[in-house]
């Protein structure tokens, strides 16, 4: 039951990163700007976090699932987020990339963004419910450290094909830098016009 439950939080939360995010998006800006070593720097302090925000998350879930409004305030907050995102990125499209980075700066940034990680808070709430209620998993507070522990390690797996994709796609069709930084502020602001879509539709349609 234990190794079910690691392996659980694993899949779960590696399916959870394969969908284009601020995170995955901007790890792929890391790795072509700064390279593989600091991408995996981003990648393992971020995936220290994330154990930590899931073990939160899944011991609240219930409750935070039964929080009227909370969809609609992760909405207006991604909006923000991926509209931040895609200006800063847009405004630097034309700076040429530094040849020279802290060590610790792209730990930092893991850091910095598995707290700002609002897209997890659905995701979870969905999830963490749907394993519990028809126990696929434990509830008690061993089997959780387990489950987030499979999850930490599932969003390391995902991210970290993120990142040697991104190094493929940059080695095998030569694009410029400002090629990549331009489309990835396209799809932060395609991201926050879905969750401004979204809301739009629930308050005029629903």
């Known amino acids: 039951m234990i190794f079910l ?5 694993l899949i779960a939360n590696f399916i959870g990163y ?5 995170i995955n998006l901007t790890l ?3 790795t072509i700007n700064r390279g593989m070593r600091h991408a995996l720097q981003f990648i393992t302090a971020f995936s220290v976090i994330e154990f930590f925000f899931t073990f939160v ?7 935070i699932s039964e929080q009227a409004n909370l969809d609609t305030v992760i909405d207006w907050v991604m909006v923000v987020l991926f509209g931040t995102l895609g200006i800063v990125t847009w405004v630097g499209r034309n700076n040429p990339p530094k040849t020279k ?3 610790t700066a792209s730990i930092k940034y893991g850091i910095m963004l598995g707290f700002l990680n609002p897209m997890q808070i659905p995701f979870w709430m969905v999830t963490g419910t749907y394993v519990i209620s028809h126990e696929w998993i434990l509830d008690g507070n061993f089997a959780l450290v387990i489950f987030s ?5 599932g969003s390391f797996l995902c991210l970290y094909l993120y990142a040697r994709f991104a190094q493929y796609i940059q080695s095998k069709f030569a694009l410029s830098t400002r090629v990549i ?3 990835i502020a396209w799809l932060f602001f395609a ?3 879905y969750h401004i879509c979204k809301q739009l539709y629930i308050i005029i349609i629903k």
């Open 5 to 9: 439950t690691f392996f659980i939080g």
């Open 18 to 22: 394969i969908p284009p995010g601020n």
């Open 28 to 30: 792929v800006q890391i």
């Open 57 to 63: 998350i899944m011991h609240f879930a219930k409750w």
């Open 101 to 103: 980075y802290s060590d």
């Open 149 to 153: 522990v499979g999850s930490a390690l």
């Open 181 to 183: 930084t331009i489309s």
């Open 191 to 193: 991201l926050a016009a």
